[in-house]
């Protein structure tokens, strides 16, 4: 049989890994190893399927995987494989075992193992007692309520587990497979924790009829002659020692063979149904003839057992009033003048039925509950007795008190693992003839009996027996006998040893099926320090997983009380029928296309009714037990979520999040986001090299600082091309921006598109970004660092133009300068200032990025400092007074200072700079004419430019190196227009200026062309040379654009203020200028910004995207 599952291939290095990394499950469709086994030429013979030849290695034939597709299975490792490597141990060990075919049916594959798994020891010990102390009719109701859970559940399990094959693991492998790996380790964790919890109980309970009910002899810490807290603590002892040694001999069976286990299963079964058979033959019987089973009662007060022999003060013997042993408890001798309790002398004794029969009409009486504290009296109702206030406190080894104080939620807590065990047909679905017909039809069944059970159980034990009786827990009023015991026909016995072996029984089935269940979980790999456990002994058998159960459990064993252990696994047994619910209901909400159960009778609101009340039992058994539970599963959950492995079983989660996105979309299409919800929705630009590797990293961190995991991030690329033939090197480049995002732990999503050319695609980009209402509103791009070169004139060019389209779409831009020399993720900033020059407003823009950065470790410590500038007709006083009232309305703490900035004279420097650009663009323009207006066009400038200089200074024209010598125009023209550079010595030269900086010690600097032209002059002619020339470049002034004179006015002025300012600051913001509106200014424009920015390390050019970001409201 071709696919079958095994543990191996679901686990961590299994044979069904693919190219992504990942196991996966085994399939007898597409790509499985069966079908790639089979030669080609096999699977289409002839010529009549050479049309899909070539794709047959992907798309085999249909014919060739019938075969498979009708007999696909996924059989557990489980007993069945354990019993045949038993017995193949003598023999040689076959290569490879056949696999029979399963053949259990309804009845015994599902029905009877749920029967055995739901009947267990709260029926026999603890079911009289809760209808005694809740009453028939508090009893019915937790019995009705809980027995709807767990049909809720079925119904819901039937669901899943008719939607396709459910291998081993039952539970666990719902769930995980419904909701995830993250859902399902937390829930199969619990599922695991509950079973093994249940062990222990049934073991206590074994002990508890061991030494109560058969020997209570063989206590070892006696009870006799011990009242009160010192009994109790006897019994609990006693408890532990048996209990931990019946865990260590259960264990060893389980370790030695499971097919022991398997063979006596149906013995044990055999003698729950014995049991419930002769309690109902014990009820049917006292509608015939009640049996003698008497109660002593002083007053209304129940009397053990052991303290009487006679239930009467007095007898007369031969006309001879004689003492009993009831007078020889209450007094101190045996004389008709001893000194007795006073109770005992003021009231009577009289004997009561405790089983009257059904036909008493007792079932009246026991109708309401009668819940006590602990240390109470078992009263009877309707009796009066006399009771002095003032006597002191009787004996507590003379009447029959309550163990533990009792309440409704307790009750419920303690009923609840009598339903329990619905799960143990799913679990043996691999061998199952027809599981999705068997699943349904017998867990059902099975819930539907016992069910049916428990309630008659309720109303016939009220019926029958005494009330007195009922609330006597062990059975000390009569004789020491088990009460459900007393009802049974023919004999108590029947009853006595039926729950025993059913509790040995039961026990052996959790020691057998946790191991295996924590077994799975280990080797699906989701929980990375549990992988030990997956490993077992040469037949699969989980011996570590074993040793880890047995561990676990002996932690119920020393709580030793079954009434302690019981709300326990309540809670994790709860926490798992609720997420059975939950995966159902998700299931038919979403609607998913592989959602196609073969049972129909389910419906989304059964499963939500069936999840409440899971979740409302949890609460109500015990609230803080309910915490501990959802504590444990949600530190599981996490700790999958973090560091478990990833997989991929498409999980209902991954359709809810499909659901919860698309509806969440819809919701941000009905309108733009509120100023308060504003915040910048990023698009990083990032350029990749010849390897597809990131050329800007920092853009990332400074992402990852400015965002801190909030909003929406997209870093996107572009690449040269055409799609069909560089779709790998776009794979590539989205694989190296998704590393780098881990890397600089930016959570967002790359975006890789292939254009024709660069600036198309940066273009694409902006405009497709983002998915309906969440789409970007800010973009982010790196300063074109060398945009002067002539290689680089693309680059600034494509920069330029994202600054206008970026105005065009009304978004925001964030253009860092010098992004190298910005800090990494890992640094911190202990001191300093983040400066904002706040010169235009731009929706508030400049105040937010701050704020938003200091909300990051490496920005924290540094202070924000705003400046704004005043013209000549500001206030600056009353300016400064309104932005400190602006900012303490927005919350924001920062320095305020305002800069006066008067309109002064242009100076002849700011002239000479702007003479300067305009030559240079002149030049940088020329590099897309054609060579014969190239030469024209450059001609034309070296005249102009001759002329200008030979006006200035004809002898330095005399010392220029001519044309001839080897220079070609082109370059002989551009070291001609390398002018005077720098006036004042204060202002420093850009790193990427063509010219260069000489300065000598102490002196002034100096701007020479690059060919040393002014090589050998001194400072003092240097100066001269500055003061000749200032006059004689008049002509030239009067042709510059006197808008581009004020703009480059506007740029030193602000310049010279700020480096005055915020040189030492580890961060400027800056308002960005806009872009000329023609494309003629360019190269202008990029000019502008680089005296504007010059000398400062760090810049954040900020332009705003037309909208009010911040605001003073709440």
């Known amino acids: 049989m071709l696919n079958n599952m095994t543990d191996g291939e679901e686990g961590e290095g299994g044979p069904d890994r693919q190219g992504d990394g990942l196991p996966k499950e085994s399939s007898p469709f597409i790509n499985s190893s069966a079908a790639s086994n089979v030669d080609k030429s096999q699977q289409y013979d002839g010529k009549t399927m050479a049309l899909f030849e070539e794709e047959m290695d992907t798309s085999p034939m249909v014919s060739s995987l019938l075969s498979s597709l009708a007999n696909y299975s996924n059989l557990p490792t489980g007993s069945k494989e354990h019993e045949e490597a038993e017995n193949n141990e003598e023999g040689a060990r076959p290569t490879k075992k056949p696999i029979k075919a399963p053949q259990l049916g309804t009845l015994m594959g599902v029905y009877l193992p749920c029967i ?14 809760m209808v005694g102390v809740g009453g028939v009719f508090g009893s019915f109701i937790i019995v009705f309520m809980c027995c709807s859970t767990t049909m809720l559940t079925a119904i819901s399990m039937s669901a899943i587990a008719t939607n396709g094959v459910v291998p081993a693991g039952g539970s666990y492998y719902m769930i995980s497979r419904s909701l995830g790996p993250e859902f399902g380790g937390a829930v199969g964790i619990c599922f695991y924790l509950g079973t093994t919890f249940a062990g222990a109980m049934y ?97 209304n007060r129940t009397v053990m057992s052991k303290g009487y022999d006679i239930c009467a003060k007095v007898i007369d013997i031969d006309n001879e009033t004689v003492t009993t042993k009831l007078w020889r408890t209450f007094c101190d001798s045996d004389s008709l003048n001893a000194t007795c309790d006073e109770y005992f002398n003021n009231n009577n004794v009289t004997e009561i ?120 827990k062990f059975g000390e009023g009569v004789n020491g006998n088990l009460v459900i015991g007393t009802l049974a026909w023919p004999s108590p016995w029947v009853i006595v040893f039926g729950s025993f072996f059913s509790t040995c029984g039961a026990g052996l089935q959790s020691l057998t099926g946790a191991p295996r269940l924590l077994q799975a979980i280990s080797r699906d790999g989701i929980i990375p320090f549990l992988r030990v456990f997956g490993h077992g002994k040469a037949n699969g058998e989980p011996t570590w997983a074993l040793l880890l159960t047995g561990s676990i459990c002996e932690i119920g064993i020393l709580i030793a009380s079954l009434d302690a252990v019981a709300p326990i696994l309540s809670m994790f047994f709860l926490m798992c029928y609720m997420f059975v619910n939950l995966a159902c209901a998700l299931q038919t909400l979403l609607r998913t296309p592989n959602w196609r159960p073969r049972f129909k009778f389910y419906h989304w609101a059964l499963s939500f009714l069936g999840m409440s009340l899971c979740l409302s039992l949890m609460f109500i058994c015990s609230w803080y037990y309910a915490m501990v539970a959802m504590g444990i599963a949600t530190c599981i959950y996490k700790y999958i979520e973090f560091c478990g492995a990833e997989k991929e079983w498409g999980d209902g989660i991954r359709g809810i999040s499909l659901s919860a996105a698309r509806f969440a979309l819809m919701r941000l299409e009905e309108g733009p986001p509120h100023t308060k919800n504003w915040r910048p929705q990023i698009l990083v630009l990032v350029s990749v090299d010849a390897e597809q590797n990131i ?42 921006l998704r590393k780098l995002m881990e890397t600089e732990k930016v959570k967002g999503f790359s975006q890789v598109v292939i254009s024709s050319n660069l600036r198309d695609g940066t273009s694409h980009l902006i405009q497709v970004g983002g998915l309906g209402g969440l789409k970007h509103n800010t973009v982010m791009v790196s300063w074109p660092r060398n945009w002067k070169q002539p290689e680089c004139h693309e680059q600034f060019r494509n920069f330029i133009e994202v600054v206008r389209e970026t105005t065009v779409a009304s978004m925001a831009l964030l253009v ?178 063509p010219t260069s900086p000489t300065a000598p010690a102490g002196g002034p600097t100096i701007w020479t062309d690059n060919k040393g032209a002014e090589k050998g002059r001194s400072p003092s002619e240097g100066n001269q040379e500055v003061a000749k020339d200032l006059f004689n ?55 502008f910004l680089e005296v504007l920015t010059e000398g400062l390390n760090r810049v954040l050019l900020v332009r705003g995207g037309g909208r009010e970001v911040i605001t003073i409201y709440s």
């Open 116 to 129: 055995q798994n739901i009947f267990g020891v709260i029926l026999f010990l603890r079911m009289t007692w």
């Open 203 to 299: 073991i206590l309970g074994c002990i508890e009829i061991l030494l109560i009910y058969i020997i209570p002899q063989a206590a070892i810490f006696k009870i006799e002659g011990l009242e009160g807290p010192e009994a109790e603590e006897a019994l609990l002892n006693n408890m532990r020692v048996y209990g931990t040694i019946v865990l260590s001999f259960m264990s060893l069976v389980v370790f030695v063979g499971v097919k022991y286990v398997n063979k006596l299963a149906l013995v044990f079964l055999a003698c729950v149904i014995l049991s419930i058979v002769a309690v109902y033959a014990g009820v049917i019987k006292t509608a015939i003839d009640p049996p003698v089973f008497p109660v002593c009662l002083l007053g």
């Open 353 to 472: 039925q405790g089983i009257p029969g059904v036909t008493s009409g007792i079932l009246a009486e026991n109708l309401f509950g009668n819940y006590l504290e602990k240390g109470m009296f078992l009263e009877k109702r309707g009796i009066v007795s006399e009771e002095d206030p003032d006597s002191p406190p009787a004996g507590s080894n003379r009447y029959v008190l309550a163990d533990i104080t009792s309440f409704f939620t307790l009750l419920v807590g303690i009923y609840f693992p009598s339903v329990t065990g619905i799960m143990a047909g799913s679990n043996r679905s691999g061998d199952l003839r027809d599981a999705q017909k068997s699943i349904p039809i017998g867990t059902i069944a099975a819930i539907t009996t016992t069910s049916i059970v428990y309630m008659s159980s309720v109303i016939l034990f009220g019926a029958c027996i005494e009330g007195v009786v009922l609330r006597d």
């Open 695 to 736: 050329e800007q990293p920092r853009l990332l961190s400074l992402t990852n600082q400015l965002k801190a995991g909030k909003g929406l991030t997209i870093v996107g690329t572009s690449v040269q091309g055409t799609f069909l033939n560089n779709f790998t090197e776009a794979q590539r480049a989205d694989q190296s």
């Open 816 to 993: 860092p300068k010098n992004i190298a020399s910005y800090p990494s993720n890992g640094e911190r900033f202990t001191e300093g200032h983040i400066d904002v020059w706040w010169i235009v407003h731009d929706g508030g823009m400049l105040m937010l990025l701050p704020f938003l950065l200091r909300q990051h470790k490496v920005w924290r410590k540094c202070k924000m400092r705003i400046f704004t500038v005043a013209q000549m007709d500001d206030n600056s006083i009353q300016m400064k007074k309104d932005l400190i009232t602006f900012l303490y309305h927005l919350r924001i703490d920062a320095v305020v200072e305002v800069v006066e900035m008067h309109d002064g004279d242009i100076s002849a420097y700011t002239y000479e700079k702007t003479l300067v650009m305009e030559q240079r663009s002149q030049i940088l323009k020329q590099m897309h004419l054609t060579k014969n207006e190239k030469e024209r066009e450059i001609q034309s400038i070296t005249d102009i430019s001759r002329g200008s200089i030979r006006r200035k200074n004809p002898s330095a024209l005399r010392s220029q190196p001519s044309a001839d010598e080897g220079a070609s125009v082109a370059e002989q023209t551009e070291d001609q227009v390398q002018l005077i550079h720098s006036k004042n010595p204060s202002t420093p030269a850009s790193p990427t200026s």
């Open 1033 to 1087: 470049m008049k002509p030239e002034w009067e042709n510059l654009s006197q808008v581009d004179v004020r703009r480059m006015h506007t740029a030193m002025r602000l310049n010279e203020v700020i480096m005055k300012k915020s040189k030492e600051a580890k961060l400027v913001l800056l308002n960005m200028p806009g872009p000329p509106k023609n494309r003629v200014g360019n190269e202008n424009y990029m000019e």
